[in-house]
Each structure stands twice: as C-alpha cells, then as structure tokens.
C-alpha cells in the first residue's frame, strides 16, 4: 500500500453557492503527492474516517465537507483540523462502508 499522507489545515466557509458545505484548502504539495488525476481521497478527521472529493483550486486544491459532517465531528469555521492517511484509491482501504465511520 503506498505511503499515506497526512496535512494541517483550517475550515473554511464556502463551496458552490448550490450546495451545504464548508472548504478544506489543500496545499499544492499534497495535490502533487496524490498526483494531479486524482478526484477523490480516502481520509481520517479526527478518528472517524471516509471519502472526500477533490476541487481544483489555484495553488493547490480543496476538500469540500458537508455542514452536517462538520457539526458531527464539532468543527467549526477556522478551527485547525488535520487530516491523515489520505489515500488516493479508495481500494487501498479496507472498507469505507457509508461516509465518515467512527473508528473506535
């Protein structure tokens, strides 16, 4: 299994105007790690874990999370979250059976 990544970042208000979400800005040299293709990711917050798309931005990329995700795992807008072992291929994981499993 390659190498998992893991980032610091900041929740951001936003995402389309048409849906209910807040923004994870994604750094350039994650972008570069997971490779320039890749549109979706598996990842961990805080200890639960599941899928995330990818947006393209400028410098980099961003992780859209929906608002009822956020109230589930207590983020709030400009808190510090990090999210590890991200992985590019959804197979590479076990299971991701619904989004965002607690993994107690």
Request: a positive charge; hydrophobic letters at 40%.
């Amino acid at each position: 299994m390659p190498a998992a990544i893991s980032f610091h970042a900041v929740l951001e208000p936003g995402g389309p105007s048409f849906m209910p979400t807040q923004v994870v800005a994604v750094p350039e040299a994650v972008c570069t790690a997971l490779g320039r293709s890749t549109k979706r990711v598996v990842c961990t917050i805080g200890r639960r874990s599941g899928r995330l798309g990818l947006l393209p931005a400028t410098g980099g990329g961003r992780y859209l999370l929906r608002k009822d995700l956020c109230q589930q795992l207590g983020l709030a807008i400009g808190q510090g979250l990090t999210l590890g072992r991200v992985l590019k291929n959804v197979h590479e994981v076990k299971s991701v059976a619904g989004l965002f499993q607690d993994e107690r």
